[in-house]
């Protein structure tokens, strides 16, 4: 592992579907090779809620994120770094990406001050006051150890005044610099973040302004933020495929909060590679489950005596072991256990779907593959 150089993030587009932009691809990183297209588990505390790291593994999880921000708070970097980095403190032995906890800063907006040098934010736990420049946001996730981090940048609202938006899209490319910069650390690709909002322009010129950064220090990828703050699917599919085409084509691309199954998909097509969203967790945790059929409200009278698997055609323990009446039980009786079955479910259809499309696109048929997904009852629940 020590061995390995930023030059050593490698990234490889194993093969091109001929009918849209879907690539299948690979990453390697210090802690093993990433296949995209792939799903990330979010871990925002140094956990996946109710799941052990071996149940990740066995649900085909190949990377987790957590997020800079609230590890800051608590419990803090020191000690993370002092247990030998993330992957030793929460016992997971695979690829980390760390995001810059840029979207959670600009989300609690109330709290907030920024300026071209940086924020200054109060904890949602204690109110103690902060500041961060890029520089010390690069420091916190360099402590952190991840292999993936992401620069620091200014994520807008929806809706948002267009002369804000390109505010923030100079702020980002200013910190991406300065990121890089301060970013060092040979086993710790950087990707820099692409913001415009909903603006087709504002997200071109985000780009030419990171790529003019890139071709003096370069970046091991790109990332898509801005999205999903509250604006409709179809609009954010109006900017995001123009976008990632403008992305070198040999660096992975990865669109930041998305976890909806058929926007997945949708996403593939444009090219897209990486994937992270807290909603199968966050909707299993409200008794609803992924599935073939659609979303299941697993609360609902009608399945108090169903004996069916959440899904029958997934292969999760949730489903190869448990019924859809025992947990809505679990649901109805406040069982931590209903949680922890439906957020295994919800991960390993999401896992799952992505590992199918990564295999049409290697055996050229994703086009069938998207084709047969849209024609399906479920995919007009998502």
């Known amino acids: 592992m020590d061995a390995l150089s930023k030059s050593q993030f490698p990234f490889t587009v194993e093969a091109d579907d001929t009918h849209s932009s879907a690539r299948a691809g690979r990453l390697l990183t210090p802690h093993g090779p990433i296949e995209t297209p792939v799903f990330m588990p979010v871990g925002t505390r140094a956990t996946v809620k109710g799941l052990t790291p071996t149940q990740l593994e066995d649900l085909g999880a190949h990377i987790i994120l957590s997020n800079t921000y609230h590890l800051f708070l608590r419990p803090g ?7 030998g980095g993330l992957h ?52 916190v996730q360099n402590q952190l150890g991840a292999d993936i981090v992401m620069q620091l940048d200014q994520c807008t609202p929806y809706p948002c005044d267009k002369s804000l938006v390109e505010t923030a899209v100079k702020r980002s490319a200013s910190w991406a610099k300065r990121c890089r910069d301060a970013q060092q650390n040979p086993h710790q690709a950087l990707f820099a973040i692409i913001q415009g909002g909903v603006f087709g322009d504002l997200r071109l010129q985000s780009v030419s302004r990171l790529l003019e950064i890139d071709a003096q220090n370069r970046f091991e990828g790109f990332a898509l933020g801005g999205y999903s703050v509250g604006e409709p699917h179809e609009t954010m599919f109006e900017t995001l495929g123009a976008t990632a085409a403008a992305l070198p084509y040999e660096r992975p691309r990865y669109l930041m909060g998305v976890g909806n199954p058929s926007t997945l998909l949708a996403a593939i097509a444009e090219g897209i590679d990486l994937f992270d969203c807290v909603l199968p967790t966050r909707t299993a945790r409200m008794g609803t489950a992924f599935t073939s059929e659609g979303k299941l409200n697993v609360r609902n009278a009608r399945f108090a005596d169903d004996l069916s698997p959440l899904d029958p055609h997934c292969d999760c323990p949730s489903c190869t072991r448990y019924t859809r009446a025992y947990i809505r039980h679990l649901i109805l009786s406040k069982e931590m256990l209903a949680s922890v079955l439906l957020s295994i ?9 992505m590992a199918r499309a990564r295999q049409a696109i290697l055996e050229g048929t994703f086009a069938s593959f998207l084709r047969a997904w849209n024609s399906t009852p479920a995919s007009q629940d998502f």
Do not use: C, Y
């Open 77 to 83: 970097p020191d000690l993370i770094e002092k247990a």
């Open 88 to 139: 030793r403190f929460m016992a997971w032995d695979h690829p980390i990406l760390t995001d810059s906890g840029g979207f959670q800063l600009f989300s609690l907006a109330d709290t907030l001050k920024v300026d071209d040098d940086g924020v200054n934010f109060a904890s949602i736990l204690d109110g103690s006051k902060h500041r961060w420049s890029p520089e010390d946001n690069m420091r």
């Open 345 to 353: 479910h919800n991960l390993r259809f999401l896992i799952a779907l």
